[in-house]
């Protein structure tokens, strides 16, 4: 079974979530800017989901999460939650 580790930030607007992957791309922190901004309770530990499944998600996330490129900064991905950063930690098969 697959497993991952990701952080991720959760935010209400496309536009917020894309002013936010600015930020980090120019070089703030990204577990700071989940700190400061993410809506789920993971940011108070830096946007750190740990390590989990492949199903264990929605699919939109999982999607990203199976097949995007590991210690990237991916989104915005629109979930039923809102939309999200993620950045991909580890991942193996």
Do not use: W
């Not at 400061?36 to 998600?57: V, Y």
């Not at 989104?75 to 580890?90: A, C, D, N, R």
């Amino acid at each position: 079974m697959p497993k991952a580790r990701a952080r991720h930030i959760l935010v209400k607007s496309h536009k917020e979530c894309e002013d936010l992957k600015k930020s980090i791309e120019a070089g703030e922190d990204f577990a700071q800017v989940a700190r400061e901004h993410s809506l789920c309770p993971s940011g108070k530990s830096g946007g750190d989901l740990g390590e989990f499944s492949k199903g264990d998600m929605v699919p939109e996330f999982d999607k990203v999460v199976f097949s995007g490129e590991v210690n990237k900064v991916h989104g915005p991905v629109k979930t039923q939650f809102g939309y999200h950063l993620i950045e991909i930690t580890s991942r193996k098969a």
